[in-house]
DNA sequence: ATCATTTTTAAATAAAGTTCAATAAATTTA
DNA sequence: TAAATTTATTGAACTTTATTTAAAAATGAT
């Protein structure tokens, strides 16, 4: 009955479930679906987790804990500027969001969890079995812990020089923050039913970058003539 | 049995279908209670959609039709620079969100099902409900109208020369929506439970502001001293 | 080996979306 | 105007699926 029993069937469920979840999404996958996959009968899934909203939570619980790994991972690399730890982090979190689409899928449903989770008012209309869910309540706790990394990246950007003096670290974090999660959502190559305008996948992620990268500078880095515009830096 | 009758109809339903999910949420909200609040049968609903989710791809319709509407206000705006209209579009988005929290959750859904829309080995894996949806299939043809005004104005903005020159007005557009969308899911107070860190909601709003104004100028507007560091512009 | 506790299962329960057959209302046709 | 047909509406039946539960199997302690 040891811990790691427990902990090592808690792990068979929530792989299957992530497996699953990652194909199909949270609603269309069944218990019945994860149950099978983790080869076990379907009410000790609520042996080990509390309902299904507790087996997303506890998804959604690894996918902050990874990203956190991303951030830390970018903030010790050595011998990098502030704001060229800042481009690697955004290039990291792109391929973050696109091997694991499900993990930022989480992300975003919790983030939207959390505006209503902190409205008074709001929060007494919360599902309840979100707000039983135990995994739920231990992200409540570290949920903020990539964030706390991310300001002291731009910390460090201003006070090795390399971004502009007057930016707010909290401010210009969340900032980015905001960019980076916006672009996961709408990403992909953008395309009109007409082909009228089209950007390249590409394209729009070195444009992307780019334009955070001017921003925290605080001046254009190169006006290059017409021909060359689109090379990056 | 005329179409205006059957709009009136679709519009009683769908005006309960809102209020609903803006007070629950979708998924809690149960279709015998749009019924009951619009004074009907639960399965006349369904002589009028064809599902819960075609109800809800009715809402987003709806959604992106006032956002159009919001752009199109924006560019119409006389006498602003390129800039400026950017400015004033986000904080019209920002006011839009506020006061239609339903509406940006469906439009953040929306995009993500565009995702998976966008690629073939996906759109297999989506629900029938959603594919099947006649709302939806609307909305494939209507959901780039904002985006293509808000191309057109940053245009706008590198022509009159309130932006920088090299800017490509779709791939700075996209990146700008990303913030918009981005900040939206994140908005709100940033509160750690310990209060390690806490940036009001005004702050931000201002800082954010201010950052994409930076970087559609290209340069800092003004390296005040720290002392009134917090103010805009 | 027996008893208590934990783990596991299979079946029962219940909630909610969807369908359907029957009825009422409205419109068209004769 | 009366009959026929189409459209609108209802309430109950159907179906799927998350959740609960009672019982059985396994594990561990005395």
Redesign the interface.
């Known amino acids: 009955m040891g811990a790691l029993e427990r902990q090592k069937k808690e792990k068979e469920i929530l792989t299957a479930a992530i497996q699953l979840f990652a ?3 949270y ?2 996958t069944k218990m019945d679906e994860v149950a099978k996959r983790a080869k076990m009968s379907k009410g000790l899934i609520y042996f080990y987790y509390k309902n299904k909203e507790d087996l997303y939570m506890a998804v959604t619980k690894k996918a902050f804990e990874e990203l956190k790994e991303l951030f830390r991972e970018v903030q010790k690399s050595k011998g990098k500027t502030g704001v060229d730890m800042v481009t690697l982090l955004i290039q990291n979190f792109i391929s973050f969001t696109e091997e694991n689409k499900m993990y930022h ?1 989480s992300i ?1 449903s919790f ?2 969890l959390m ?1 209503q989770y ?2 008074e008012e709001k929060r007494k ?1 919360m ?1 309840p079995l979100i707000l039983e869910s135990p995994n739920f309540k231990q992200l ?2 570290i949920h ?1 812990d990539p ?2 990394l991310g ?1 002291q990246i731009i910390s460090h950007g201003v006070r090795d020089g390399s971004m ?3 930016l ?1 670290p ?3 974090f ?2 980015i ?7 996961e ?9 007409n082909k ?2 089209k ?1 390249s996948q590409e ?2 992620q070195t ?2 970058i780019k ?1 955070i990268h ?2 925290l500078k ?3 880095q190169s ?2 003539p017409k021909a060359i ?1 689109g090379s990056l830096f």
């Open positions: 194909i199909k999404g609603y269309s899928e975003l983030m939207g505006d902190n409205n209309l599902d409540l706790e903020h964030a706390k300001i502009r003096p007057d707010q909290e401010i210009t969340y900032t923050w905001s960019m980076m999660i916006g672009y959502r709408l990403r992909g190559p953008i395309e009109y039913e009228e305008v950007i394209n729009w444009g992307f334009l001017d921003m605080g001046t254009v006006q290059r515009q």
